[in-house]
């Protein structure tokens, strides 16, 4: 049977994740290129690496359906545009139409953050749910909203934007995107780094987390987490102010989605149940009573995947 490919693929700031799937969501080839960080060669970076893949898989391009692909910023779905992306010097880029001339295959462009989202709905924590919040909490905080199946792109793109909801309203940390107080300044792995560091110098409370910064000189959200396992006091504040603001932005997000499940992904999303755990309990908190029955908070499950996978979901529903 000459069954058809999808492709995958994910840019990311220093590798492009990319992947051949089946129409089952099954991955057949995965595999990473180094991201061109001045962002000029990427597409022909991608054409060059799928006609590799396929001559090593002795596979026929035809195969190939066509390009699901997200990147990182706002994103017109409908030409393909990325209208900024700070890291790779892009502005109004034409990203479809570039990918399609040097693939030769059609190709569809969605935001990171959405496809990583789409990819959970299809074959991850979001499956079977067509009303769905995905929050990934890395270096920074980003997020896809899909309603009835369909992801919340909004009037120029930047639908989903979860990460710069406005959690401390006067006084908060500055943030990339030029607001202050954003919850990707509290709940990203570097903001949990900064609030951790803040309070270390602001008190002298005995912690595991002053010595293990004295004996390595650095501090990571996975030490925090595993700290408050352990019940260290300034840990454990840092976490519950963490998933504090975690919980009540995601509660005021289901007020307006009422949705299925809130998948939760990401770096720091390693802490696993305990993050699960207390972010529902603030959760439930702040939601409406309704929603808060409606919702189930869940670990993502797809882990680098989830991009390419959502990548193939959008090349199968857009480009057939």
Same mark, same amino acid.
């Given at each position: 049977m000459n069954e058809k490919w999808l492709v995958g693929v994910d840019l990311g700031g220093t590798t492009i994740k990319m992947a051949f799937i089946n129409m089952y969501g099954e991955i057949m080839s995965k595999w990473e290129i180094v991201t061109d960080k001045t962002g000029k060669s990427i597409t022909t970076d991608i054409a060059k690496a799928i006609d590799k893949k396929l001559e090593e898989l002795?596979?026929?391009k035809s195969k190939l359906i066509g390009i699901g692909m997200g990147a990182p910023g706002p994103v017109n779905m409908a030409t393909g545009l990325v209208y900024e992306t700070a890291n790779l010097g892009w502005k109004n880029f034409p990203l479809k139409d570039r990918l399609e001339i040097e693939t030769g295959l059609p190709a569809v462009i969605d935001n990171d953050a959405n496809i990583a989202a789409i990819g959970e709905m299809w074959k991850g924590a979001g499956e079977g749910a067509k009303d769905l919040i995905c929050v990934t909490l890395g270096t920074? $905080?980003?997020g896809g909203i899909i309603a009835n199946g369909e992801v919340v792109h909004g009037v120029n793109g930047a639908g989903g934007e979860i990460g710069h909801i406005t959690s401390i309203p006067e006084g908060g940390a500055p943030c990339g995107c030029g607001k202050n107080g954003c919850l990707e300044t509290i709940a990203s792995a570097t903001g949990i780094v900064r609030l951790t560091l803040e309070k270390m110098n602001r008190t002298q409370t005995e912690s595991i987390l002053r010595k293990k910064y004295e004996e390595t000189g650095h501090i990571t959200s996975k030490m $925090?987490?595993?700290a408050a396992q352990e019940n260290d006091e300034l840990a454990t504040e840092i976490i519950e102010f963490v998933t504090f603001h975690l919980g009540?932005? +995601?509660?005021? +997000?289901?007020?307006? +989605?009422n949705p299925e499940k809130i998948v939760i992904g990401g770096g720091v999303s390693k802490a696993g149940d305990q993050l699960a755990e207390l972010v529902s309990n603030h959760f439930k908190k702040f939601a409406f009573p309704r929603v808060a029955l409606g919702a189930e908070i869940t670990i993502a499950t797809l882990g680098n995947d989830a991009g390419v996978i959502g990548g193939a979901w959008l090349a199968k529903t857009k480009l057939m």
């Open positions: 002795d596979q026929p920074g $905080v980003g $925090v987490f595993e009540l932005a +995601l509660a005021n +997000l289901a007020n307006g +989605l």
